[in-house]
């Protein structure tokens, strides 16, 4: 998508919106299949048009594709890195590293708090870049996906849950926690917990990592304002 970034969009929130949503599923898809993609930016995101439907998105470039237990090297493209991978300290990487690497495409997409002239950055830098982004009236509400700390940050699974209502979930929804218990949680992750739990056919055998669904926008209804004001949701069992 980074052709449509330099194109312009004709109705760049809705789009951004529908971005959203599709890469969300996506990401849970990976995650509740024990995948990190690790490189999630703009051209790594293909784009079709539907007539009288709209944007279609899809995750690509699986190169540096990684299963949860042996992604721990420091690789990607340095603006979108998350903070634990930007450390390289060699330690295990989770699926939340894609969520702030969505977050930053999101900005950049936008032109969120200028983010295309920043793209040469060190690392304080980058932190700063996506702090200053979440900071803005219009991404404040995506600021969960840009938390430091991971065990604060948002998974793709809990920002569907926030709103979409849940809609194209992958992982099972008794298992997506409230948002607000991030804010106090100084426990570990339970990383296999979860992932176990999404039981789709694929084995650590596995050669290829899967493909993300293509999802169609015709079903897909959008948040009305880009600042993404909470949805209704579905009680979750923690």
């Given at each position: 998508?980074?052709?449509?970034?330099?194109?312009?969009?004709?109705?760049?929130?809705?789009?951004?919106?529908?971005?959203?949503?599709?890469?969300?599923?996506?990401?849970?898809?990976?995650?509740?299949?024990?995948?990190?993609?690790?490189?999630?930016?703009?051209?790594?995101?293909?784009?079709?048009?539907?007539?009288?439907?709209?944007?279609?998105?899809?995750?690509?470039?699986?190169?540096?594709?990684?299963?949860?237990?042996?992604?721990?090297?420091?690789?990607?493209?340095?603006?979108?890195?998350?903070?634990?991978?930007?450390?390289?300290?060699?330690?295990?990487?989770?699926?939340k590293v894609d969520v702030w690497s969505l977050f930053?495409?999101?900005?950049?997409?936008?032109?969120?708090?200028g983010y295309r002239r920043k793209m040469d950055l060190?690392?304080?830098?980058?932190?700063?870049?996506?702090?200053?982004?979440?900071?803005?009236?219009?991404?404040v509400d995506l600021k969960d996906m840009a938390a430091?700390?991971?065990?604060?940050?948002?998974?793709?699974?809990?920002?569907?849950?926030?709103?979409?209502?849940?809609?194209?979930?992958?992982?099972?929804?008794?298992?997506?926690?409230?948002?607000?218990?991030?804010?106090?949680?100084?426990?570990?992750?339970?990383?296999?917990?979860?992932?176990?739990?999404?039981?789709?056919?694929?084995?650590?055998?596995?050669?290829?990592?899967?493909?993300?669904?293509?999802?169609?926008?015709?079903?897909?209804?959008?948040?009305?304002?880009?600042?993404?004001?909470?949805?209704?949701?579905?009680?979750?069992?923690?």
């Amino acid at each position: 998508m980074s052709s449509l970034i330099v194109q312009g969009m004709s109705e760049p929130s809705e789009t951004a919106k529908v971005l959203l949503h599709q890469m969300l599923k996506a990401l849970d898809y990976l995650a509740c299949n024990r995948y990190i993609h690790r490189d999630v930016k703009p051209a790594n995101i293909l784009y079709t048009i539907i007539p009288g439907e709209g944007y279609v998105f899809q995750l690509a470039d699986f190169g540096v594709c990684n299963f949860i237990d042996g992604a721990t090297t420091c690789v990607g493209t340095r603006i979108f890195m998350a903070p634990e991978v930007l450390q390289n300290k060699l330690t295990q990487q989770t699926p939340k590293v894609d969520v702030w690497s969505l977050f930053v495409t999101l900005a950049v997409a936008l032109d969120v708090a200028g983010y295309r002239r920043k793209m040469d950055l060190t690392y304080q830098e980058c932190i700063d870049a996506a702090a200053e982004a979440a900071a803005t009236p219009h991404f404040v509400d995506l600021k969960d996906m840009a938390a430091i700390e991971v065990q604060q940050r948002a998974s793709a699974a809990q920002m569907l849950v926030k709103f979409y209502n849940g809609q194209g979930l992958t992982t099972p929804i008794s298992l997506v926690l409230e948002l607000s218990t991030l804010k106090s949680s100084t426990e570990p992750m339970n990383i296999n917990a979860t992932a176990s739990a999404c039981t789709t056919g694929f084995t650590p055998s596995d050669v290829n990592p899967p493909h993300p669904p293509i999802v169609s926008m015709a079903r897909e209804q959008p948040m009305r304002n880009f600042s993404l004001s909470k949805a209704p949701v579905r009680r979750r069992r923690h």
